[in-house]
């Protein structure tokens, strides 16, 4: 077998060098007449072949964009929307708070847009408790008590000061505590907070009230921390 195999592979070889040879020596063909004009023919047909088929493609490929983007559109409809957390007046008042935004918070509190006394409306709750608990603060809790946790801890600029002033004057309890326990004259003194602090200890917020965090600190611990 591996003899036969041997001389056929040699054949192949001799038969490959021959035909090779052949073509390398025999005269060029004669085109009849007619010849170049049905290669040219021949090529721009194949042209317009090509052509045509890369036409046919595109507009497969465009129809089928379209029907992607159709069913999109179908999915998007039958899927229930996305529902953004409302942002109703107490989560706009306690972005003043935030901000310093007196003006704004004092408004609010002369036209009764909120309502101070009341927890914040079940509606709002849901987009507010994540923003709440990184102040460790409860979103069940009065909203004016809230707003006042914010404000003290948000910054120690006029503004701030202000919005604590206004909401002590609209009777926020200033010994109002965060879920650790911390009120706002330990949260201002402990961030530093001067202007703010300085509108707690008029009101005589208490100083020996004690969190009821791991540190269990009081106001004045709070400010030498």
Same mark, same amino acid.
């Given at each position: ?28 063909? &004669? ?43 179908? &999915?998007?409809?039958? @899927? ?59 979103? @069940? ?30 009777? &926020? ?23 703010? #602090?300085? #509108? ?5 917020? @208490?100083?020996?009230? &004690? ?15």
């Amino acid at each position: 077998m591996a003899e036969s195999t041997k001389e056929l592979t040699e054949t192949g070889a001799a038969v490959t060098t021959v035909v090779t040879e052949n073509e390398a020596t025999a005269p060029a063909p &004669v085109e009849p007449e007619g010849t170049e004009l049905a290669a040219a023919a021949a090529a721009a047909g194949g042209e317009a072949e090509t052509n045509a088929s890369s036409a046919a493609e595109a507009a497969t490929t465009e129809e089928g964009q379209e029907e992607a983007k159709a069913q999109d559109e179908e &999915v998007a409809e039958a @899927s229930p929307a996305n529902e953004e957390p409302a942002s109703g007046p107490c989560t706009q008042f306690l972005q003043c708070c935030m901000l310093g935004d007196s003006e704004t918070v004092k408004a609010a509190l002369a036209d009764g847009t909120v309502d101070i006394k009341a927890p914040i409306t079940a509606d709002e709750k849901p987009g507010l408790e994540a923003q709440l608990s990184a102040f460790f603060l409860d979103a @069940s809790a009065n909203l004016g008590d809230l707003a006042l946790l914010i404000a003290a801890g948000s910054g120690d600029m006029e503004g701030h000061a202000a919005i604590v002033s206004l909401l002590l004057g609209a009777d &926020v309890s200033a010994e109002a505590a965060s879920s650790q326990g911390r009120t706002a004259l330990m949260i201002a003194a402990l961030k530093g907070f001067s202007k703010t #602090v300085k #509108v707690l200890l008029d009101v005589k917020a @208490s100083l020996t009230q &004690v969190s009821t965090d791991d540190e269990a600190q009081d106001a004045l611990q709070c400010a030498a921390a």
